[in-house]
Nanobody, 126 residues
Framework: QVQLVESGGGSVQAGGSLRLSCAASKAYTNSDCIAWFRQAPGKGREGLGRVYIGDGSTYYEQAFVQGRFTISQDNAKNTVYLQMNSLKPEDTAIYYC??????????????????WGQGTQVTVSL
């Protein structure tokens, strides 16, 4: 089965930007759905946004991203990106990308996904 590897995390000051990458071990298919989640210490996993590879459509949970995050894809590199701008200290978390083995709803519930990357830490300081 496909494996996902996140990268691009790090430490940044408030107002800064980071671009996270989610690289797949094999080519995405048109039915793939890749989602980004995050989990801060002591909090549940939050769904941020997802992309449906087949048509490139995206959906975001605006309560969390507030128009600051953008998902894009590069099929030639088997990679999905999460561009994060205007970062805030409350964005500090481990960020994960995820996909599912079987076709289904391409949503933002963590229960819809059964393949996860290892996560990448994002720390935003004042």
């Amino acid at each position: 089965q496909v494996q996902l590897v996140e990268s691009g995390g790090g430490s940044v000051q408030a107002g800064g930007s980071l671009r996270l990458s989610c690289a797949a071990s094999k080519a995405y298919t048109n039915s793939d759905c890749i989602a980004w989640f995050r989990q801060a210490p002591g909090k549940g996993r939050e769904g941020l946004g997802r992309v449906y590879i087949g048509d490139g459509s995206t959906y975001y949970e605006q309560a969390f991203v507030q128009g600051r995050f953008t998902i894009s894809q590069d099929n030639a590199k088997n990679t999905v990106y999460l561009q994060m701008n205007s970062l805030k200290p409350e964005d500090t978390a481990i960020y994960y990308c995820a996909t599912r083995r079987f076709n289904g709803v391409c949503g933002l519930s963590s229960r819809q996904y059964d393949i996860w990357g290892q996560g990448t830490q994002v720390t935003v300081s004042l």
